[in-house]
């Protein structure tokens, strides 16, 4: 597959994903009911996102194959595995960062490499924003992609 391509697919049934995905979300997913489960492949990284209901709210998870481990989340306590990564600054300045944290993903920078983290917010109004954050809480400016 070309590594510049992206190739997504369905996964059936939750047994049907790796042990190791399956290991890392289970507990995530404890009463909740799947709606939909996909594999992404892209820039050499391999995720797979869990959609869930919860209390009639739409969920994701985003376990990334690649690293072993869980790099998005749209529920408390994924998002606080998922902001593990960072320092304990980095952390706080996510949850500082415009509002209640809506859901969070850790993202590649295409042209260094350099992980960060992507954050959405919702204010008491409804209204939405995002920000981007270094690992070390520093706000992370938008970088190109490679050509």
Not at 16 to 35: C, E, M, V, W, Y
Not at 41 to 61: D, F, I, M, P, S
Not at 119 to 134: P, Q, R, T, W
Request: glycine share 10%.
């Amino acid at each position: 597959m070309n590594p510049h391509s992206k190739h997504e697919q369905i996964v059936g049934r939750f047994e049907d994903l790796p042990l190791a995905t399956q290991t890392a979300t289970a507990r995530f997913l404890i009463g909740a009911k799947i709606s939909e489960i996909h594999t992404v492949h892209a820039h050499g990284q391999v995720e797979t996102v869990v959609t869930y209901l919860r209390h009639a709210k739409v969920h994701q998870l985003v376990y990334s194959e690649t690293a072993g481990r869980l790099i998005g989340a749209s529920e408390g306590p994924g998002v606080e595995e998922v902001l593990a990564v960072m320092s304990e600054a980095g952390r706080e300045a996510v949850r500082a960062g415009g509002g209640r944290v809506r859901k969070v993903k850790v993202k590649r920078n295409d042209l260094d490499g350099a992980e960060y983290v992507q954050a959405h917010y919702v204010d008491d109004e409804g209204v939405l924003s995002n920000a981007k954050f270094a690992l070390d809480g520093s706000p992370q400016a938008p970088q190109g992609k490679a050509a």
